[in-house]
Every structure is written in C-alpha cells, then in structure tokens.
C-alpha cells in the first residue's frame, strides 16, 4: 500500500561529497519497514526520483541522496519551506525477525536505509556490527549516527585514506548469524563470494513507476521474475540469479 502525500522542507544540508541530507514533515503512516524508499516528483520532470528512506517517525521523513544527475541537482539546491509531492510507503523492506547478532553492511548511498534497519534490529536486542564502505574519506558519512544507535562500526576506504583500506569485504567480522546490505551490484557480487549465511539485499535499480505497473525493473529469480519496486527492493539470499 502506497500514498502520495505533500511534504514540507524542514532542512536540506551537505553531508559528505556530493552527499544531502533533506528532512521533511509529513504523513509518514504508510512506512511500515525499513528498506522501504519514497517516489518524489519534481516540477519539468517526467520521472519521479526513487529515495531510500533513512529515517523516519510519525510525521518526520529523513532522506539521503546523492547528487548524481539533474533531478537530485535540482533537489540539492532546494531549502527549507518548499513543498514536495511525495509518494510513500513503496517497497517490501528488510525482515528483521531472522538475526540475532547481524552483520549490517552498507556501500556509499546504500548506506542510508541500513539507518533505520540498524535502529530497528538494536530496538529488537539485537547485537549489531556495521561495515561501511566508501571510495574515500571526504565521501563518509553517519559513522557517528551509526555509534550513537549503539552498533559496533567499521569503516572501510577503497584508497585507504580512512578505517579499513580496502571494501568492506576486507572489513568484515566472522562472528555473525545473519547478514543485510545495501549497495551498488558489484559490492553485491563480492559479498556474495564471501558471506556464511543467509541474508537478504536490497537493490539499487532504475524505476519507472516506483509500484510494479511499468514492469520497468523486473529481474529473475529462482522463483521466476520480480519486480524489484514492489517485490522488492529487498530480496533474501537464497532466491537470487547472479
């Protein structure tokens, strides 16, 4: 179930390279899981942008973007006060009743949504570590948020230049029962090389419609084709074609 609501600009700041952080107030009731992403439109564009949901509480929506083409440009240079048309509650989010000392592991802007994840997941007693990687230094950001949640953090920085050198595969602990990510396919990839146990992706994928109309994001799975806005964008372990 999806709504399409008017959201106010609360604030709207850089965070990290090319990275903003835009709080909104708003009817936020049909965000039920974390993992879950918000359609916005924005005005001269024919597609809606796909945000993931960072956090969110009962009239409180925070988003993280990265400014990687004209919409999220146009969305950097917006301020407090403006109004967006906000389509809520999209995707099936993570299941969290499967862990009990996860291994949460996010790759630059799939880093956001592992927010409210990892909030949820210590909300539960669950005994959290989180690896985040990044191609450098000035490109990290919500360690701190992360720290502050309670999780155990490590950071990994391709060139080295902060935490681990290398990606977070050369992060990662052994001592986990369960795993969740979010990141760029090729993270995924090498993941899925090293990882234990089950657990579950979310993807990242160009959308059309945001809720399975357009058929725009299918993928196959061992259980035949999804589509990864409304079926997904979290899918488990066990059901995916690499």
Known sequence: MYKQDIFEIL???KIAKDVYKM?????TEYITAPGQFVNIKLEGRFL???ISVCDYSDSMLTLIYKVVGVGTEEMS???SGERLDVLTGLGNGYDISLSKKPLVIGGGVGVPPLYNLTKRLIEDNQQVT???GFNTKDEVFYEEEFRALGANVIVATADGSYGVKGFVT???PDDYDYFYTCGPLPMFKAIEGVVKTSGQYSFEERMGCGFGACMGCSC???????????DGPVLKREEIVW
């Open 77 to 79: 240079r917006m301020t």
């Open 11 to 13: 604030s709207n700041e």
């Open 48 to 50: 809606r942008r796909p």
């Open 23 to 27: 709080v909104l107030q708003g009817n």
């Open 220 to 230: 196959k799975t061992k259980y035949g084709s999804k589509r990864i806005c409304k």
């Open 130 to 132: 989180v690896v985040l």
């Open 170 to 172: 050369d992060a990662m």
